[in-house]
């Protein structure tokens, strides 16, 4: 039997999203943040969909070993050469979002990005070999592939969140622009892109 990403589970990520949220708004962040926050988090609702599930229950196998590929760029024999393309820019598509919207939460130094690419690409995988021995089965390939593909979408992501971030502030700048609320908001964090350490806004 799959267990299957469903709403059961979708209301408990909204129930945990109410909590930060008023975790968060008694700390005194701004509802702008709030916003890009709830954006953020539904975004990796829908992460974690494609990541964790679906997964077996009820076929586990006393002589479970987990399959793992640990040769870059091999991505062994397709039954057709578009499901080895739709998994590469699939990987990539799932963590470009992340990329992009990570600032608008954290700051980030742009030297740290690597780091963080390599970080959530590992993190997606550990996730699924940990499932693998909960259930002993290998429901998913532990690949070395898909931890570079997902770093190269948060890399990319990022990247283009530095060139609509200068976009962004320099027409601002040249027009005199007053932003409000959510723009203001994107505004000042575009402008911070340099800034340094890693911490929540305040």
């Known amino acids: 039997m799959l267990i299957y ?17 008023v975790i968060l708004w008694k700390r005194k962040k701004s509802r702008s943040y709030l916003l890009m926050f709830s954006i953020f988090w539904i975004y990796m609702m829908g992460v974690v969909s494609v990541v964790a599930f679906p997964f077996p229950v009820g076929v586990a ?8 590929n640990l ?11 578009t499901l080895c393309i739709q998994n590469i820019y699939r990987n990539i598509l799932l963590t470009i979002p992340f990329g992009f919207g990570i600032s608008f939460i954290f700051r980030v130094k742009p030297g740290n ?3 963080w690419a390599v970080a959530v690409g590992s993190t997606f995988e550990f996730v699924q070999l940990i499932i693998s021995f909960v259930i002993q089965s290998s429901f998913r390939v532990i690949d070395i592939n898909d931890v570079i593909l997902n770093a190269i979408g948060v890399l990319l992501g990022y990247g283009t969140f530095r060139i ?8 601002t700048q040249q027009f005199g622009i007053q932003y409000r609320s959510i723009f203001a908001y994107m505004y000042e964090v575009f402008s911070s892109m340099s800034g340094d350490g890693f911490h929540l806004f305040l």
């Open 5 to 21: 990403f469903s709403w059961t589970h979708i209301v408990f990520g909204l129930l945990g999203l109410a909590l930060m949220l």
């Open 61 to 68: 196998n006393p002589g479970f070993k987990p399959s793992i």
């Open 71 to 81: 040769i870059p760029f091999n991505f062994g024999h397709c039954a057709l050469a």
């Open 113 to 115: 990005i690597f780091w």
């Open 164 to 171: 609509f971030g200068m976009a962004y502030s320099f027409i």
